[in-house]
Every structure is written in C-alpha cells, then in structure tokens.
C-alpha cells in the first residue's frame, strides 16, 4: 500500500522559496519515501532524515495509517539546530 504524504507549513515554506531546480529535487524525492537513497533514523528522535544534496528532508513515518508528514526542509547546517 502507498504511503500518503503530508507537507507540513515549515517544509513547505522552505521549498517555495527554493529555486525551481532544488524545487523538483526535493520534490522527486519527497515521492519516492519511503525508498530512497540515504536515509537515517535520528537517534533519541521518532524522526527519519533523508540527504539531497546538502539539503535534508526530516519526517516521520506512521506505519499503522501509512502517513509520512515531511516535518522540516533545510540546509544541512540548519536543520539539526530546531531539533
């Protein structure tokens, strides 16, 4: 069963102001979850990262109801600042 996938007002904040180009990378990744490439789960959180270049996409993942809600977008540097 596929995932439903949930953008949340802070990832997508950061990904209106992004140029087009970063714009549709996040997003062809953001659709691929939960495969993908380079992922981790962060410890001592119920939070899952992914890389896109120097970006990073945090979400969570619910299994029972099969929702990803993208939490945070950001760049590397920034990101793990709001945890």
Same mark, same amino acid.
């Given at each position: 069963?596929?995932?439903?996938? $949930?953008?949340?007002?802070?990832?997508?904040?950061?990904? #209106? +102001?992004?140029?087009?180009? *970063?714009?549709? @990378?996040?997003?062809?990744? $953001?659709?691929?979850?939960?495969?993908?490439?380079?992922? #981790? +789960?962060?410890?001592?959180? *119920?939070?899952? @990262?992914?890389?896109?270049?120097?970006?990073?996409?945090?979400?969570?993942?619910?299994?029972?109801?099969?929702?990803?809600?993208?939490?945070?977008?950001?760049?590397?540097?920034?990101?793990?600042?709001?945890?």
């Amino acid at each position: 069963m596929k995932y439903k996938i $949930i953008i949340q007002k802070a990832a997508e904040k950061f990904l #209106k +102001k992004q140029p087009r180009k *970063n714009q549709e @990378r996040l997003l062809i990744a $953001i659709y691929k979850l939960p495969e993908g490439t380079d992922i #981790k +789960k962060l410890q001592g959180h *119920n939070i899952y @990262r992914m890389r896109v270049g120097n970006m990073r996409i945090l979400y969570t993942v619910d299994e029972i109801i099969k929702i990803i809600s993208v939490e945070e977008i950001d760049n590397r540097g920034d990101i793990y600042k709001r945890l």
